[in-house]
Structure formats: structure tokens, C-alpha cells
Nanobody, 119 residues
Framework: QVQLVESGGGLVQPGGSLRLSCAAS????????MGWYRQAPGKAREMVAV???????NYADSVKGRFTISGDNAKNTVYLQMNSLKPEDTAVYYC?????????????WGQGTQVTVSS
């Protein structure tokens, strides 16, 4: 009923940039917040950046000044511009949206997209 489709992941050199996109579709009327989380092997999933329909944003300390989250309400899409990428940014990045009664625990998740930062 709610689908989140991510794109933009890939392999990039340290210091490079990537832009991730997440498009929400289906029964998305109740969704007020979207964001990005990431999970590296052996580590817990962590919040990277979130944004509300009103434009309020929040970032993990580790990405402040390097990543920018933005949204297009008309397209129900959020973006994550990632600059000055570091090897420690390597992870699977997941799009999140909520709240929605159609999703488990009122949180919707995409399938994830791999970001690898390596020389």
C-alpha cells in the first residue's frame, strides 16, 4: 500500500559525491516525515537525516556539513546529497517514511541502496 523506491547508490572515491533519491507512492496521505538511515556490516542501523513536510531537518553529527536532505512535496520525494564522502560512510542506505497505518510499527522502509566509498 505504501512503497518507497530508492535510487542513486553506487561506488564512489573518497571525497566524491552521490545523490540518493526516494520516491513514496501509494497511500501516503498520512506521511509527514521522511528520511534516510544507514547500516554498515556489524553495526546498528542509524539515523542519517530526516525532514518533515514543513521543511524541518535533523542530521547525525557524523554527517553535518557534508550531507543535505531536501524534499519535494509535490513529487513525494526526498533526496540526500552526500558530499566529501568518507570510507566510513559505506553502508546500505534505507529510506524511511511515516507515520502510516499501512506499515509495520507505523514506519515504512525502502529496500535499501548500497553506498560504497573506496579508492
Amino acid at each position: 500500500q505504501v512503497q518507497l523506491v530508492e535510487s542513486g547508490g553506487g561506488l564512489v572515491q573518497p571525497g566524491g559525491s552521490l545523490r540518493l533519491s526516494c520516491a513514496a507512492s501509494g497511500s501516503i496521505f498520512s506521511i509527514n516525515t521522511m528520511g534516510w538511515y544507514r547500516q554498515a556490516p556489524g553495526k546498528a542501523r542509524e539515523m542519517v537525516a530526516v525532514i518533515s513536510r514543513g521543511g524541518m531537518t535533523n542530521y547525525a553529527d557524523s554527517v553535518k556539513g557534508r550531507f543535505t536532505i531536501s524534499g519535494d512535496n509535490a513529487k513525494n520525494t526526498v533526496y540526500l546529497q552526500m558530499n566529501s564522502l568518507k570510507p566510513e560512510d559505506t553502508a546500505v542506505y534505507y529510506c524511511n517514511a511515516g507515520p502510516s497505518r499501512y506499515c509495520i510499527d507505523n514506519n515504512c522502509w525502502g529496500q535499501g541502496t548500497q553506498v560504497t566509498v573506496s579508492s
